[in-house]
């Protein structure tokens, strides 16, 4: 062992005590920083988040975990929820934990570091220089460059992209960064997913960038996330035509079908379109005769009628069908059709399974007395798969409603006859019954559930829907609204819109749709342009079609109102035929489940649509 005195190891002449002792020292009260600063950050995931910062945080994220849970996966997403709510929504409560940890502690560059830990900051940057385990990258929004940490393996490269929350710790150099658990990386390729974030933060008019983090962050990982590949760079011009031309096939029989499309997509790119083909066109038939045989598609159109639209033989239709039948049952795995299942949301004005479910699992819980999270866990696992047996007339009369919510047809009428003679005051149930009376008698309905919810609706949440005995209130305002809208009350219509988005503007019930719609029937054009750059999170078929009535409100003419017709054709072309030929409106629904660009989404957007031009 070489003691202080002796002459150093390194050779370098001077004293071990002189040299790489002292080296030593320093490494090794670094390492001793490093670990205590490590258990701060231990000590702050083992205590948070508590029972209620739990409820919080899923109330704040609402449905954006869905959009979020489509582009990562369920550790990345859980990181991404953890670090916007402690870093971003309630950085509050991490500066709480930071003052306790420094006022513990007895190492002042312990205290030093987490001073400047105390505001969390996210970077949106491009990689410029990779060295060990750290990165130089500049921010697209301040071009400042800055070095952070980065884990091992890194997957990105230079001219790469990162974003991410980060820690300040100026130990190692002036602009120094730790990395926290969401960080993200993305190839350079994908610059055009940066300027959508630039694009969002100069709509969302925010008086500084971390102004726009602070309301949009969840937004911008949802738009960093999105990177898939466009098909525009998979296919030649013709096989895009192709596919275009199965798309508008599906949509003149009014159906869809992602399934059908993506076999026919798959073979494209496998097989590419079969040589010496005269009549390509050819190839779409078979793929449409092939979906009807195997049930992917109803049979609409008989054989004739497929090869009459598209102008080829019957016979030569048939063998394209063979050859898709052939593909699919040889190079197509039920695996990757189940990979390839598209996202539907919910529209509606009925509470949907998951609130009946959350509503049981509350009375369960109400009856027992919890200490703590962990006994909140056993009870919560005892009682998720079993049923809630009312303890009187109120409580069953509310489980009568959500079953009714969830049925159709008789049994709904009878659970919504027993749910109003158990309890009159009961705002799901007059609101179930009002579509069992005649229409001069329901708006007396609608007023009085809005009267008696008003009376139990408590405004003191951060997330007012996240509190299961506010929504029939917000359910009462809904479909009152809806019932003005049907009726072409638009003042009315709106003011209960309106209110419904002022008391909850995280929207959980898509009120932004006839909202904006009714502002475009009373020609506030200004006010629903403004109320679609709000919610411009969820633009979408219905916005587009949207635009598209505002600007053939302008002029009919125009370039404009026939591009704003194109684009909305092209988010969902099922629209057009409505408006083609004239189809009746349906009522809004109860509860439908949608996918984009389908005859679903299509026929609620026409719902809206048709009144106001």
């Known amino acids: ?148 940490e980065i884990p091992n393996p890194f997957e990105g490269g230079v001219g790469d992209f990162i974003f991410g929350h980060f820690l300040l710790d100026s130990r190692q150099q002036e602009r120094y960064y730790k990395l926290l658990n969401s960080l993200i990386v993305f190839p350079a390729k994908d610059e055009a997913l940066v300027e959508r974030v630039k694009a969002l933060y100069t709509n969302s008019k925010s008086e500084s960038v971390l102004d726009f983090y602070n309301n949009y962050i969840i937004e911008c990982y949802v738009i960093l ?24 096939s599906l949509v003149e029989m009014d159906t869809k079908s992602d399934k059908l499309m993506y076999i026919f997509i798959e073979y494209i790119q496998r097989k590419g379109i079969p040589k010496g083909i ?140 027993l749910a109003y003679l158990l309890d009159k005051q009961n705002v799901d149930a007059i609101l179930l019954k009002a579509d069992y009376v005649d229409i001069a008698e329901k708006t007396n309905f609608f007023k009085e559930a809005i009267r008696i919810g008003e009376n139990q609706f408590d405004p003191n949440f951060e997330s007012v829907w996240g509190y299961l005995p506010n929504r029939p209130y917000l359910r009462a305002l809904f479909k009152y609204g809806l019932s003005c809208f049907e009726i072409m009350n638009f ?29 475009i029937a009373l020609n506030r054009i200004e006010e629903a342009e403004s109320l679609m750059s709000h919610y411009q999170d969820s633009d979408n078929a219905f916005f587009s079609w949207f635009r598209w009535s505002m600007e053939k409100k302008k002029s009919f003419f125009s370039k404009e109102t026939q591009r704003a017709y194109e684009l909305a054709i092209e988010d969902n072309a099922y629209v057009a035929n409505y408006y083609r030929i004239k189809v009746p409106a349906l009522p809004y629904p109860n509860s439908l489940a949608i996918t984009p660009d389908s005859p679903e989404e299509a026929k609620v957007i026409w719902t809206l649509l048709q009144p106001i031009i």
């Open 1 to 148: 062992m070489t003691r202080r005195n002796d002459p150093c190891p390194c050779n370098s002449g001077k004293k071990y005590k002189a040299c790489c002792l002292k080296k030593e020292n320093i490494i090794s009260i670094d390492e001793e920083l490093n670990k205590d600063l490590e258990q701060v950050l231990l000590n702050f995931f083992h205590a948070h988040p508590t029972k209620k910062e739990t409820n919080e945080i899923y109330e704040w994220i609402g449905d954006r975990e869905e959009y979020l849970s489509d582009r990562f996966d369920n550790d990345k997403v859980s990181a991404i929820m953890g670090d916007c709510y402690y870093f971003n929504h309630r950085v509050d409560i991490w500066q709480m934990h930071l003052e306790r940890e420094s006022a513990k502690s007895k190492r002042p560059r312990v205290q030093t570091v987490l001073e400047g830990w105390m505001n969390p900051e996210i970077i949106l940057g491009t990689i410029l220089k990779i060295s060990n385990n750290s990165a130089e990258v500049v921010d697209v929004f301040s071009e400042e460059k800055v070095m952070i």
């Open 225 to 248: 996330g999105d990177k898939e590949t466009s098909i525009e760079e998979l296919f030649s011009e013709e096989e895009l035509e192709l596919i275009s031309i199965l798309h508008s």
């Open 278 to 417: 005269k009549k390509p066109t050819a190839l779409v038939a078979g793929a449409l005769q092939f979906g009807m045989l195997n049930s992917i598609i109803s049979y609409i159109w008989t054989k004739k009628e497929i090869s009459s639209f598209l102008e080829v033989s019957t016979t030569t239709a048939n063998k394209y069908e063979e050859l898709f039948k052939e593909f699919y049952e040889h190079e197509i795995s039920k695996e990757e059709l189940t990979q390839n299942t598209v996202f539907a949301f919910e529209v509606g004005t009925d509470a949907n399974l998951v609130e009946f479910s959350n509503w049981k699992m509350g009375m369960h819980l109400s009856k027992v007395s919890i200490k703590n999270e962990k006994e909140m866990s056993r009870y919560i696992d005892i009682y998720k798969d079993k049923d809630y047996i009312p303890k009187d007339d109120k409580e069953a009369s509310q489980k009568y409603a959500y079953e009714a919510y969830s049925s159709s047809d008789l049994l709904r009428e009878n659970s919504t006859s």
């Open 491 to 519: 003042e009315k219509a709106f003011d209960l819109f309106n209110k419904i988005l002022q008391l909850n503007p995280a929207d959980h019930q898509g009120v932004r749709y006839p909202a904006v719609a009714t502002l």
